[in-house]
């Protein structure tokens, strides 16, 4: 059983603005192991970045985390002192961000950027910072990293920017290293290279990994334990292979089949998920994917939404329907009406069997 | 056969070609001593077929997006020429050029900068149709209804403005505006990369849908294969502004002859992860090299896992010759033999 670093606990983050209050994060739990890789998945605004800057307790104004508790090794994270919290920061967890040119001072020397991270944490003197530097560029697979300390991020390609972050990131040696989109700025062989890094670097440094991202293929790549989050909540939970073989949650299924892949041999159509993804300001009543779920019932709009439930080993999901109690004919009615408006009403096939006891 | 289902029927057309790029160049000076230049497109063969989507593919600065605005005559070639419909359009002016134009529209990338925001949805739409005079001012107001209609919009939102509307409703948007004056070639810059997921997923369904409707002929370029797989029906890959390989989208995926579209398909994850624990990406030695100094002979040696050097590789420029199935050709002094 591995030792639990990181334990969210009915996280609340809201932003206080004069529409009213958005619940970026609407009362989340997750736990992070030592060592394991963890993916964070869903559309943009659900709330995944907002999550990984609560843990560092970075959320911008007006945004507040408004309750719950994030324990980092058992200390609560929401109430350490400034000190406190500047040395969890880089020391416990790392964070590293999309776009490596804006996270990167324009005039200071990559090698110096780096030891300005590790000599922050008073962890290293600066001569032994400045020793480490290559150290932490080779490690990351910076060629000819002795001449490159002194170059600038603007002679540094894009992906040898995300290389000198993922350094920086790893400096002070934390336990846990946050990704936020990582390699979605970069090509696709420099994306595979970071991946097969961020690999590589778990295994060799024991790190645990965060990743979080729109991408399921990366997911699937990378993470053993997949968390997908709609309108600030955890709709689904589980092992990697769960999630993708039997996922639970309709948004699951839909984020997986919206995806072309590129191992496909036939053109088949998208499922595309209809509809935006909610306000949350002003959140849709009862479950919130309701509006845009293909296997909605009456039971979502009036019920208030669905506790997480146990849906397999270690798998939870938060569905009154989930997708094992839809039938084949409504699988195929819900692609249907991917197909055109009324392509799906022409099917008279049941959309829906609920086994067991469906009013409670 | 799905390209040949899809060819329009009413027009009797010998030739199924629709665009034609030969020995396409462009080269932009930056000046300097010995007239420096970035070769941006540096001679590019490559036909487009009535009905069909030619997905373009190739990593950032392979001069992906320089060749779409070379064939929409949006920029002028170096060299080279390029046949739309019979007619060189790099020969082209004033209103000869304009009666072309109309025939051919793109789609940008970023529907935030693609979209006058002072201008109505409804002016945007039918701003096209004014330059080219289409119809009576009351016919231009019901096909700027019918083009939102087409695209999945309410109607009635031709007084809105584009900030009014989210990124996927601006992409629609950008899409009837290329559609208001009936063009018969669209070219799709990275039409869906800015998009979130399934919002993509439905803009890639109303492409398909409009180009069965429209019979309409698509150049998709996109840096994501899974998409450009997925519309397309044959693949072109670009490399350092050459094409390396054409070929079906299926051929091109289970036989690549080019070693460089073997490393860039392996290196695409798939949302699988029984897949992805067997997938191991072929890496790539080193970055890109500058278009402005491309190394010799084959422009992807130094960076080849096959690659002959010194020798043919670094010598002889390989040309696209036909290798692998039908309808493939790749430029590789090796191809297929790795």
């Not at chain 2, 390029?82 to 109309?102: A, E, Y």
Request: include cysteine; proline fraction near 7%.
């Amino acid at each position: 059983m591995a030792q639990t670093l990181l334990q969210v606990e009915d996280l609340h983050t809201q932003f206080f603005t004069s529409r009213g209050v958005v619940r970026a994060v609407d009362g989340i739990t997750f736990h992070v192991d030592a060592g394991e890789t963890l993916g964070v998945v869903g559309e943009s605004g659900c709330g995944k970045t907002m999550t990984a800057l609560s843990i560092l307790r970075l959320v911008p104004d007006p945004g507040k985390i408004t309750s719950g508790r994030i324990l980092f090794r058992g200390k609560e994270v929401t109430k350490m002192t400034d000190e406190e919290i500047r040395d969890f920061r880089g020391n416990d967890v790392a964070m590293i961000f999309q776009d490596p040119m804006t996270s990167l001072n324009p005039v200071t020397k990559i090698g110096r950027q780096i030891e300005e991270a590790m000599t922050a944490h008073e962890r290293f003197t600066e001569t032994l910072a400045r020793g480490r530097v290559i150290e932490l560029l080779k490690r990351v697979r910076v060629p000819a990293a002795e001449s490159r300390v002194k170059d600038y991020p603007h002679q540094f390609s894009g992906g040898m920017r995300q290389r000198a972050m993922i350094a920086m990131g790893l400096s002070n040696e934390p336990s846990l290293l946050i990704a936020d989109e990582p390699t979605t700025a970069l090509d696709v062989t420099v994306q595979a290279q970071i991946i097969q890094l961020m690999k590589q670097l778990n295994r060799e440094l024991g790190t645990a990994m965060m990743l979080i991202t729109h991408n399921m293929a990366l997911v699937a790549s990378l993470c053993q334990r997949v968390i997908v989050m709609y309108a600030g909540r955890i709709v689904e939970e589980g092992p990697v292979e769960q999630i993708f073989n039997s996922p639970q949650h309709p948004y699951t299924w839909s984020l997986l089949r919206s995806v072309p892949r590129v191992d496909e041999a036939r053109k088949d159509r998208l499922v595309s998920i209809r509809g935006l993804p909610p306000d949350l300001s002003n959140p849709p009543p009862g479950c919130k994917f309701h509006p845009r779920c293909p296997f909605v019932i009456d039971k979502c709009r009036t019920d208030p939404e669905p506790s997480l439930s146990e849906v397999g080993v270690n798998q939870v999901a938060r569905c009154w329907v989930l997708m094992r109690n839809v039938t084949d004919e409504g699988v195929e009615a819900a692609k249907a009406s991917a197909l055109s408006k009324d392509a799906a009403a022409k099917l008279k096939a049941p959309v829906l069997e609920v086994e067991g006891d469906a009013g409670r | 056969m799905q390209a040949a289902d899809r060819k329009p029927t009413t027009a009797v057309r010998a030739d199924p070609v629709l665009v034609r790029i030969n020995g396409a160049v462009k080269h932009f000076p930056i000046g300097g001593f010995g007239g420096l230049a970035v070769r941006a497109v540096d001679g590019v063969d490559l036909e487009i077929r009535r009905g069909e989507t030619l997905g373009l593919v190739g990593e950032s600065g392979c001069g992906k997006s320089t060749l779409a605005r070379l064939v929409t005559a949006l920029l002028p070639v170096t060299a080279g020429s390029i046949m739309f419909d019979g007619q060189d359009i790099t020969r082209l002016r004033g209103s000869k050029l304009r009666r072309v134009r109309r025939r051919m529209q793109i789609i940008f990338q970023d529907p935030f900068a693609s979209l006058d925001p002072r201008m109505t949805v409804g002016d945007i739409l039918q701003e096209p149709l004014d330059n080219f005079s289409i119809g009576t001012v009351r016919e231009r107001r019901v096909r700027v209804q019918e083009l939102l209609r087409l695209v999945g919009l309410n109607p009635n939102f031709t007084n809105r403005y584009p900030h009014e509307f989210s990124g996927g409703q601006r992409q629609r948007i950008g899409i009837a505006r290329a559609l208001a004056v009936n063009p018969s070639f669209i070219v799709c810059d990275e039409a869906v990369s800015a998009l979130d997921v399934s919002i993509a997923a439905q803009i890639i369904n109303l492409l398909q849908d409009l180009q069965r409707e429209f019979n309409l002929t698509y150049l998709f370029i996109a840096h994501d294969l899974a998409v450009v797989r997925h519309l397309s029906d044959r693949i072109a890959v670009m490399y350092l502004g050459k094409v390396v390989e054409t070929a079906d989208r299926n051929d091109i995926y289970d036989r690549p002859q080019h070693p460089y579209t073997k490393a860039l398909l392996s290196s695409i994850p798939v949302p699988d992860p029984a897949v992805e624990r067997e997938r191991a990406p072929i890496s790539l030695k080193g970055e890109i090299p500058s278009p402005v100094n491309p190394p010799s002979g084959c422009r992807f040696h130094p960076r080849c896992p096959i690659a002959r050097a010194p020798g043919i590789c670094s010598d002889v420029d390989p040309p696209l010759e036909p290798h692998g199935a039908e309808d493939q050709a790749a430029a590789c002094h090796f191809a297929g033999q790795f």
